[in-house]
Nanobody, 128 residues
């Protein structure tokens, strides 16, 4: 599975961006999909995740109500719509995918080790 993330850029505080993650090699509807972000000062942190079955979506508290994860199966793409952006959202954003091998995704969606495949990252910069 290969993941190609895009859509990052420079935006003013309060603005919006939509990140895209195109998967190849397997359909996004057969994978748990997630977004993480990282700054030079912090470890990579969880942002949002979408369970393969589509019946559960998870968000970090810091983005809840502002970010939305979704998928478009006919384009084999997962999106992260980011609204009301803040300077503290500045980071490199990574999409990730996990094979649903069993166990509770709900108990581990926020862990990097849960995910088997990673995209290359896309820079998001929010100016104040």
């Amino acid at each position: 599975v290969q993941l190609q993330a895009s859509g990052g850029g420079l935006v003013q505080a309060g603005g919006s961006l939509r990140l895209s993650c195109v998967a190849s090699g397997r359909t996004v509807s057969s994978l748990h999909m997630g977004w993480f972000r990282q700054t030079p000062e912090k470890e990579r942190e969880f942002v949002a995740a979408f369970k393969w079955s589509g019946d559960s979506i998870y968000y970090a508290d810091s983005v809840k109500g502002r970010f939305t994860i979704s998928r478009e199966t006919d384009k084999n793409t997962v999106y992260l719509q980011m609204n009301s952006l803040k300077p503290e959202d500045t980071a490199v954003y990574y999409c990730a995918a996990a094979r649903p091998l069993g166990g509770s995704f709900g108990a581990r969606y926020f862990r990097e080790a849960t995910y088997d495949y990673w995209g290359q990252g896309t820079q998001v910069t929010v100016s104040s």
